[in-house]
């Protein structure tokens, strides 16, 4: 079972360059997630989408775009990196993003992490 | 702002004790509360959710959940040294969105 798969694991960038990362899940899952992680503060939600079709922001949108490229995909992108995007990003993936249950489980990628210089 | 707060720790026990991770959250109409163990330098994994007052076992962890207090912790009995890592408190809001705490580094000592 590969779960959620993220490519890259490790990408350095130069102020202004842009990229976008990979997410693929083959759970059958409906949602899906981009968050980053920084020590101390967190993982912090930057998009999700609740069902394809579907995406809205979440904690820190600014300076990213997605796209849930159908079921399975949800790629995020950089158009113009800046070094306060230097992060490790996780994708994640739920069965539902709706009512309390387990079906609210993330399961997580690997994580990518981003130097941007 | 829904916000899910954490004692950062580092929290450190001897092996064999209970270790005691604790989680307070602001958003009343909070739904859903899991935590997640992260070891260094991978990704966060599930070990418990909760969704109900009161305490929920599986195996050597319990989660506890008081909504009148809006409090969540999590329990390890019997700690062992692979128990060691960041241990991520993450709610579901009334908003359905799901937000984490920092975490709490637990190191447990042989």
């Known amino acids: 079972n590969a779960g959620v798969t993220q490519t890259p694991k490790f990408q350095v960038l130069k102020t202004g360059q842009s990229m976008t990362l990979q997410c693929a899940q083959d759970?059958?899952?409906?949602?899906m997630y981009w968050y980053r992680q920084d020590p101390g503060m967190g993982l912090r939600l930057i998009y999700y989408?609740?069902?394809?079709?579907?995406?809205d922001k979440g904690e820190v949108p600014n300076g990213y775009n997605v796209s849930r490229l159908n079921k399975r995909e949800f790629s995020l992108r950089l158009e113009s990196a800046a070094p306060s995007q230097t992060s490790v990003y996780f994708c994640?993936?739920?069965?539902?993003?709706?009512?309390?249950?387990?079906?609210?489980?993330?399961?997580f990628g690997a994580g990518s992490r981003l130097t941007v210089l | 702002q829904k916000e899910v707060e954490q004692n950062s720790g580092p929290l450190s026990v001897p092996e064999g004790a209970i270790a005691s991770l604790n989680c307070t959250y602001s958003d009343r109409g909070s739904q859903s509360f899991f935590w997640y163990r992260q070891y260094s330098g991978k990704s966060p994994e599930l070990i418990m959710f909760?969704?109900?007052?009161g305490d929920k076992e599986d195996g050597r962890f319990t989660a506890q959940l008081n909504k009148a207090s809006q409090y969540v912790s999590l329990l390890i009995r019997d700690s062992q040294p692979s128990d060691s890592a960041t241990y991520l408190c993450a709610v579901r809001g009334s908003n359905y969105k799901l937000t984490f705490g920092k975490g709490t580094l637990l190191t447990v000592n042989p």
């Open positions: 909760i969704y109900s007052n």
């Open positions: 994640a993936s739920s069965e539902a993003g709706g009512q309390p249950s387990g079906a609210n489980v993330l399961t």
């Open positions: 759970m059958n899952h409906n949602s």
């Open positions: 989408s609740a069902s394809e079709g579907t995406t």
